[in-house]
């Protein structure tokens, strides 16, 4: 990585605590990435990211801040980029994947808490993440118990607005959501000087649905047997996409997409024809949270989907393109943004639905339910998958884990005998 230091340290970071993270971030890369054999060229990309990731995207944040352009963090999938972007902001994901934040998380929340709220309450107060340090917003929404508390905490640190999010699925929900992105938008132009147009508008839309189209392009290769990209790669894909400028995003993966289409055609995959395919569910897996796809990838199998919020849930559902009126436009966005299926909402037959549907359409042999320690609502939920699944005749095995390392061999021991178990 080029140096940075004068960067980060004009960002008021702990620059000696941020080093540490710098110092084994390569070899957990190196070791998780670059040992994969027969990896698409196009995940070059991928790797330069990774291996520029506290400098490159956030010095390009600074210039749009050097600009007069706002930045707004974000932690969750239900809230609407499009309005950030139609008003000349930038949106960029938050969420913490590393055990390397969560000390400090504990230093402010309780132990008991899911690990990614914790590292990302600890990524700011730790000062040791520059995505979190610039954030001149961040926007926060009342999703699980544990987030709307860290909210509070945050809000002593750096402004936050809190998105109300219903907690059901009625049509009267559908508008109160409506509502919600109109308060959103009111703020967001407050703070940006810019108003949100129908005309700006209608360009983040398309914007964010070229996206996810690139997205789900990628995602769709990953259907062929033998599949043309790892499991670890496509979940890259996914955790860069929400913090790359949006237009860069499309590109990149659309050139992936272009080769791994290629690929099919020759019949050339990254692990062998018949290799036993795994869809995982559950809790997101923000960046550099790799941990579960690695265990499944070296116990003989491979994933091939992810339904969460690093999967298919951040580009299932285009918001309506053809929109005459900006009510139109905030109602396609509720439309589009409601229709994720978060264990948040009760009930939830959405996502057990979705799991059956991709657990088809990908052809998995198997299913992996895997929930953060100390999310309640994952947990609860896993009754549910479990019971759906096995109905279907999907063999499903539900895992909890965290950041740490030290379950990694008992994660192994269970994930490999589950793999056996599928033939
Ligand atoms: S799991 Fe739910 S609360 Fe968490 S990011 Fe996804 S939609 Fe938001
Ligand atoms: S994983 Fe669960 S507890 Fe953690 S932030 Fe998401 S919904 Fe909340």
């Known amino acids: ?73 974000t932690f969750c999938l239900y809230v609407p980029d499009e309005i950030v972007f139609a008003a000349g902001g930038i949106a960029t994901g938050l969420c913490g994947g590393s055990q390397f934040w969560v000390p400090d998380g504990e230093k402010v929340l309780p132990k008991n808490t899911c690990p990614l709220i914790k590292a990302s309450v600890g990524a700011r107060v730790g000062r040791t993440c520059p995505f979190f340090r610039i954030a001149d917003m961040y926007v926060g929404e009342t999703t699980c118990d544990g987030k709307k508390k860290a909210w509070e905490v945050l809000a002593e640190d750096v402004p936050v607005h809190v998105m109300d999010m219903p907690q059901m699925k009625r049509p009267q929900d559908v508008q109160k959501w409506i509502g919600e992105i109109g308060i959103f938008r009111d703020v967001v132009e407050k703070f940006t000087g810019n108003k949100v147009t129908k005309e700006n508008l209608q360009a983040a839309i398309v914007l964010l649905n070229e996206k996810r189209r690139a997205l789900a392009r990628v995602f769709a290769c990953r259907k062929a047997d033998p599949v043309p990209l790892s499991g670890k790669d496509a979940l890259l894909m996914m955790q860069i996409a929400f913090y790359d400028d949006p237009g860069r995003c499309a590109e990149m993966a659309n050139k992936l997409a272009d080769e791994l289409e290629q690929r099919i055609r020759d019949g050339h995959g990254v692990f062998a024809k018949g290799t036993k395919r795994i869809l995982v569910t559950g809790t997101p897996m923000a960046i550099p949270n790799w941990k579960l796809h690695h265990l499944i990838e070296t116990s003989g199998a491979v994933v091939v989907c992810e339904e969460c919020c690093t999967g298919t849930r951040y580009f299932e559902n285009l918001v309506a393109e053809d929109c005459q009126t900006i009510e139109e436009q905030f109602s396609a966005l509720a439309k589009r943004y409601m229709k994720n299926n978060c264990a948040c909402f009760t009930p939830n037959q959405g996502r057990i639905d979705d799991i059956l549907r991709l657990a088809k359409e990908y052809k998995a042999d198997g299913v992996i339910d895997v929930n953060l320690k100390f999310c309640t609502l994952y947990d609860m939920e896993g009754r549910d998958v479990e019971r759906a699944l096995k109905k279907e005749g999907i063999p499903v095995l539900g895992l909890e884990t965290d950041y740490t390392d030290t379950d990694a061999e008992q994660l192994r021991t269970r994930i490999g005998a589950f793999v056996e178990m599928l033939g």
């Open 1 to 73: 990585m080029a140096d940075y230091h004068e960067m980060w340290e004009s960002l008021g970071m702990d620059v000696k605590a941020h080093d540490q993270l710098c110092a084994v971030l390569p070899t957990a890369f190196g070791d998780t990435y670059l040992s994969q054999e027969n990896r698409p060229e196009n995940m070059a990309y991928y790797d330069f990211v990774v291996s520029e990731i506290h400098g490159v995207r956030p010095a390009e944040l600074i210039e749009h801040q050097k600009a007069g352009g706002k930045v707004l963090g």
